[in-house]
């Protein structure tokens, strides 16, 4: 039997349907998608991949003074669950731009690039680890749930610990999409997981989930919204 896992979905390269009547910062989303597709390796934007989209509600685009700032929290709200932090600065790489600091990198199985804005709105883009010859050799076409369910704990906790520090009193919107993931297989490829008994493969090409919390909300509950 194959189910699909996933509450929502939509068909390629994905706006937040929630975040999208922002035009203001719809047009920040679009420079930073751009960012990316010139910063990563060809044929990256082909490649299944994460897109975490988030941003205040109410929009200012002076919310943080400066672009010091947005580095300063940026960096103070690292999350650091692997030995990977989320988000990854490349030594190399990281620079500010006209409203905010940005980075890109491609190492290994890491291949990832971030905007952050004076405004409140981060994107990021990465794609899956599970890309890698190594591990498609092994497992095929597949996402290990284990790493799936590490890399959404790591958005929220980062989501959280950065709005505590630039928003604290606000409500955000955030959207996290994959692309992608038809045919493929959710699979326990950590040896010491509990193996699934069925077929979890999904149905559709890409998803989307959006959702809205106040930052009280966020920095109470950011774990358990992980996992819903």
Not at 7 to 18: A, I, V
Not at 108 to 121: D, F, I, K, V
Not at 134 to 147: I, P
Not at 183 to 197: G, K, M
Request: with cysteine; net charge negative; charged share 25%.
């Amino acid at each position: 039997m194959e189910i699909t896992p996933y509450k929502h979905h939509c068909e390629g390269s994905f706006l937040p349907r929630s975040l999208s009547p922002q035009t203001k910062t719809t047009g920040s989303i679009a420079e930073a998608r751009k960012y990316f597709e010139e910063s990563m390796p060809e044929g990256a934007e082909k490649s299944g991949h994460w897109e975490v989209i988030s941003m205040p509600v109410t929009y200012n685009k002076q919310r943080v003074p400066s672009i010091t700032e947005v580095y300063k929290s940026l960096v103070e709200s690292e999350v650091h669950l692997r030995g990977w932090n989320f988000p990854h600065f490349d030594k190399d790489t990281k620079t500010n731009f006209s409203h905010g600091r940005q980075s890109h990198t491609d190492f290994m199985h890491h291949t990832e690039a971030h905007r952050a804005y004076q405004s409140g709105l981060f994107v990021w883009r990465g794609q899956y680890w599970e890309n890698s010859d190594n591990f498609t050799k092994q497992h095929g076409k597949s996402l290990s749930f284990v790493n799936v369910i590490y890399t959404v704990t790591e958005f929220l906790l980062f989501l959280k610990r950065y709005y505590e520090r630039i928003a604290p009193d606000a409500s955000i919107r955030f959207s996290i999409g994959m692309t992608d993931i038809k045919e493929r297989a959710l699979e326990a490829t950590d040896w010491n997981s509990i193996p699934f008994t069925g077929n979890y493969t999904a149905k559709d090409s890409s998803l989307e989930i959006d959702r809205e919390y106040s930052v009280p909300e966020l920095r109470a509950t950011a774990e358990e919204i992980a996992i819903m």
